[in-house]
């Protein structure tokens, strides 16, 4: 079974510096996507960055990238020049990529405090 | 035009009552789950439909049950609601046979059983 674990439930950052949070997951799919969501306070679910198993490279979005390590199994997600609105929990997601699994699994959630 | 939707956005109601939170998203997705969130913000499945048929069904008590009367709606009637239903549940959508499979949610139902 597929299961995801973020091992970092809480880490803090200084406004403007960078932060890496961690995720590794366990899968035997070869085929499969990775998701970083962030919750603030409001508690809506936004999806940040996507990741696709076949891609070796890096997906980024404006200050998100993420370190993924397909071998490894390991998805941490890089933040950089962290802002205050950036606080917030970010929940890592793994989804097998064949069809008709209708299936996510989350990690338990790192909650990340900016510092100002 | 929001995505996902959900209402009521706050629940507070006592032991024993039945109460219902409905969700609609626009989004032409074909999947629709529920998922709770407890205290401690883990997220877990309840259900997934898809076009209207139940997929996933996760340990639910059979307190909870889901209707869906078409692709776009995806409802949660809770019947005797306990202490324990605390929670806040997410409603959320996708589309199962076209990838990324990127899920949407909703804005969450915060359900309080006093």
New interface residues.
């Given amino acids: 079974a597929q299961t995801v674990t973020q091992s970092q439930p809480e880490m803090s950052v200084q406004e403007a510096e960078t932060v890496t949070l961690s995720c590794t997951y366990d899968t035997s799919e070869s085929d499969y996507y990775l998701f970083w969501y962030k919750q603030p306070p409001s508690r809506q679910m936004i999806l940040v960055i996507r990741q696709e198993a076949y891609k070796q490279q890096n997906a980024t979005e404006n200050r998100f990238s993420v370190n993924f390590q397909k071998a490894a199994k390991s998805f941490s997600l890089k933040i950089s020049d962290s802002q205050l609105g950036d606080a917030a929990m970010y929940f890592c997601a793994y989804r097998a990529g064949t069809s008709g699994t209708y299936k996510y699994i989350f990690g338990t959630g790192t909650r990340l405090k900016v510092l100002a | 035009d929001t995505a996902v939707s959900q209402t009521p956005k706050y629940l507070v109601t006592q032991m024993g009552n039945d109460k219902s939170i409905k969700c609609e998203q626009n989004l032409g997705h074909d999947?629709m789950y529920w998922y709770k969130q407890d205290s401690?913000?883990?997220?877990k499945?309840m259900f997934?439909y898809?076009n209207k048929e139940l997929?996933?069904n996760e340990t639910v008590p059979n307190r909870f049950s889901p209707k869906s009367p078409d692709k776009a709606h995806l409802n949660l009637h809770i019947n005797s609601l306990e202490l324990g239903d605390s929670a806040?549940y997410?409603c959320?959508s996708s589309q199962?046979?076209r990838?990324?499979?990127?899920?949407?949610?909703g804005?969450?139902t915060?359900l309080t059983v006093t």
Avoid at chain 2, 40 to 43: I, M, S
């Fill in positions: 999947t401690k913000k883990f997220l499945i997934s898809n997929i996933i806040v997410f959320a199962e046979f990838r990324p499979y990127e899920q949407y949610f804005p969450g915060r």
